[in-house]
C-alpha cells in the first residue's frame, strides 16, 4: 500500500541520477550503480482485472535496480509513481490464511506487551483494509487511526474491535497527525515509497521528542532476497529495498535511535523499532558490508540461472501433457510469470482470497479460480508461490480431494 502524496512521493529527477549523476535517495551522499534489470512487468500486480484482455493490456514499467555505494540502499532507478494506483480496486490482504493470521495476532500481541500499549493512541500509516489496526486497538483497547487510499472502512463493518478503529481512505499527510501517537506503526510501506528519506522526515517533524513515540516499520528483507535469489519478490510497486543496515542507518540519518531489529515470517519481513531523537547521524556512518556488496554484484547471473530451472520444470511438466496451477495470485506470482517469459503454460491461479476469485492475472492473464474449482482444472503441478504456507497449501488441497505434485518457489 501507498502512504503520501503525489508530491511527496514524487521520485525527482535532482533526487535521481539522471539530473546529479547518480546520487542516493536514502543518504543522499552515495553514488550508486545499476545490477539487475526487468522489463515491460505490469506496475500495478495487486490490481483486479475484471476481463482477460483488460489485463494483458495493463500498464507496464521497467525495473532497474541501483544499490548505494555509500550505505548498501537498493531502489528502482525507473520506477514512476504515475503508474501505480493505489485505489479501492487494490487487493493486497493476506487475511484470508490462517498461517498469516496467526503470524499477524502474535505480532500485535508482542507490539502492545512490550511497549504497554493500553487505553492509548494508535497510528498506522498504509494500514490497507486496517487488520492490523484492529488487533492492535482491540489487543489493548487502545484507540486506532488508520491511513490508507486503498482503506475500505465499510470492509471492518460488524468486525471485533472496529468501533475502536477510524480509517481515512486518503494519502497520508501530517495534518493526520492530530493526536500524538504513543504508537505509529508503518507495515510493508516503506518499500512503496521512493523519497525514503524525506518520507521520514516528514514523520519524525511531526513527532515530539519529549513523547518518545514508539515507531515500528515492517518492510520486507532484501538480505533474504538477494541471499536466496528471490527474484520474484522484486516487483514494480516495490521501489526501495532495505537490509537491516541500510534501514538503520536510514533512521538514525532522519533523527530516530533504533532500538530494536528482527527478522520475522521465515525471514521474509525485517521489522525495526525507533524513538524519536534529539540528534541525527552522519549521512554515511557505516558502508555496505563486503558480504552485501559480493550478493548485489552476482545477483543478476543467480537470477538468470534460478528462473533458467524454473523454466526447465515447467516445459517439462507441459511436456508430460500435465496442467500446472500456481497457488497465490499476488505480485510474486506476477512477477513470477512476467520474469519467465512462459506465460502460456501456466493454466490458471489460485488464491484463497475470494475477492480475488474471477479476475485475471495482470500482464500475462491466466484466470484466478477459486480453490474448490482446482479438481475441474485436475492439474499436475502446483508451484507455491510463498512456501510458509506449503502445509495450508497441502491440507487445502487434500480437504478437495486434488493430489498432484506440488513444489514451493
Ligand atoms: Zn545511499
Not at 500486480?45 to 537498493?74: D, M
Not at 511438466?317 to 495470485?329: A, P
Not at 474449482?373 to 503441478?381: F, K, Q, S, T, V
Amino acid at each position: 500500500m501507498n502512504v503520501v502524496d503525489r508530491d511527496l512521493a514524487g521520485r525527482g529527477e535532482e533526487a535521481w541520477g539522471q539530473g546529479v549523476a547518480g546520487l542516493c535517495p536514502s543518504c543522499g551522499t552515495g553514488r550508486t550503480e545499476p545490477f539487475y534489470q526487468v522489463d515491460d512487468v505490469p506496475t500495478n500486480s495487486c490490481i483486479l482485472f475484471r476481463t482477460r484482455a483488460e489485463a494483458i493490456g495493463c500498464i507496464r514499467g521497467s525495473i532497474l535496480l541501483h544499490h548505494c555505494r555509500g550505505c548498501g540502499f537498493v531502489f528502482n532507478s525507473r520506477f514512476e509513481q504515475a503508474l501505480t494506483e493505489y485505489s479501492d480496486r487494490y487487493e493486497e490482504t493476506q487475511g484470508f490464511s490462517p498461517t498469516f493470521n496467526r503470524f499477524h495476532h502474535q505480532l500485535a500481541q508482542e507490539i502492545v506487551q512490550r511497549h504497554g500499549l493500553y487505553d492509548r493512541d494508535v497510528m498506522e500509516i498504509g494500514c490497507g483494509k486496517g487488520e492490523f489496526l484492529v488487533l492492535l486497538s482491540q489487543l489493548g483497547r487502545n484507540r486506532g487511526i488508520g491511513v490508507d487510499p486503498s482503506a475500505i472502512p465499510e470492509r471492518l463493518a460488524g468486525v471485533a474491535g472496529a468501533e475502536l478503529v477510524t480509517l481515512i481512505p486518503e494519502y497520508f499527510e501530517p495534518r493526520h497527525c492530530t493526536v500524538q501517537p504513543d504508537l505509529l506503526c508503518c507495515k510493508m510501506t516503506l518499500e512503496h515509497i521512493p523519497q525514503t528519506a524525506r518520507f521520514l522526515e516528514t514523520i519524525r517533524a511531526g513527532l515530539d521528542a519529549e513523547r518518545r513515540a514508539t515507531i515500528f516499520f515492517q518492510v520486507p528483507d532484501a538480505g533474504r532476497i538477494l541471499r536466496a535469489c528471490a527474484y520474484e519478490d522484486i516487483y514494480y510497486e516495490h521501489c526501495s529495498y532495505f537490509t537491516e543496515a541500510s534501514l538503520s542507518r536510514l533512521f538514525r540519518h532522519c533523527g530516530f535511535d533504533v532500538i530494536r531489529t528482527t527478522v520475522e515470517y521465515d525471514g521474509q519481513y525485517l521489522t525495526l523499532e525507533a524513538v524519536p531523537s534529539a540528534r541525527r547521524a552522519e549521512r554515511a556512518d557505516k558502508h555496505p558490508s563486503d558480504e552485501w556488496t559480493g550478493l548485489v554484484r552476482t545477483f543478476a547471473e543467480r537470477a538468470r540461472l534460478a528462473k533458467e530451472h524454473w523454466r526447465s520444470i515447467v516445459r517439462q511438466t507441459r511436456s508430460d501433457g500435465r496442467r500446472i496451477l500456481l497457488w497465490g495470485s499476488g505480485s510474486k506470482a506476477v512477477s513470477f510469470l512476467t520474469s519467465l517469459g512462459l506465460a502460456d503454460a501456466i493454466d490458471a491461479v489460485t488464491d484463497i482470497n475470494p475477492n480475488r476469485h474471477d479476475h485475471f492475472m495482470p500482464g500475462t492473464g491466466q484466470p484466478i479460480i477459486s480453490p474448490a474449482r482446482i479438481a475441474e482444472l485436475d492439474p499436475g503441478l502446483v508451484i507455491v508461490m510463498n512456501g510458509i504456507y506449503e502445509d495450508e497449501i497441502r491440507r487445502d488441497l487434500a480437504g478437495i480431494g486434488v493430489s498432484c505434485d506440488v513444489r514451493c518457489l
